[in-house]
């Protein structure tokens, strides 16, 4: 992939730099030049995508662990951890395949970043 000039990242720098929180993502969003490599923006909008669903999915666990600590539910525990130890290998995968240059798409939420990056 060529780099633009003023860049002060590669493009797979800037992709890996969008999964570290929102915030990077969101930065590469809107600022030139990132905002015009196809590659940034797709793993920029997969991490907002992400960040969104692991929140969501944060949510309605911490919701089923209560419910599983008052009803003595350990298999829920079990989930909610197991949770916890899928998201940052889900990260680390995501910043992996990013510096290495590859299109690397997450299950509905890479076709939700897609269709963003073609808008």
Not at 20 to 49: D, G
Not at 50 to 57: N, P, Q, R
Not at 91 to 104: D, E, M, N, P, Y
Request: glycine share 4%; aromatic share 16%; hydrophobic share 55%.
């Amino acid at each position: 992939m060529s780099e633009p000039e003023s860049a002060r990242f590669s493009t797979n720098a800037a992709a890996a730099l969008s999964y570290v929180t929102f915030i990077p993502a969101i930065v590469f969003l809107l600022t030139p030049p990132y905002n015009s490599s196809p590659f940034v923006r797709f793993h920029a909008w997969q991490s907002v995508f992400l960040t969104i669903g692991v929140f969501i999915a944060t949510f309605f666990l911490s919701i089923l662990t209560i419910a599983g600590l008052l009803f003595g539910a350990v298999f829920v525990l079990q989930i909610s951890r197991l949770a916890w130890y899928i998201w940052p290998m889900l990260w680390a995968v995501c910043v992996v395949q990013a510096l290495s240059g590859k299109h690397f798409k997450l299950p509905i939420l890479g076709d939700l970043a897609e269709r963003q990056v073609s808008l």
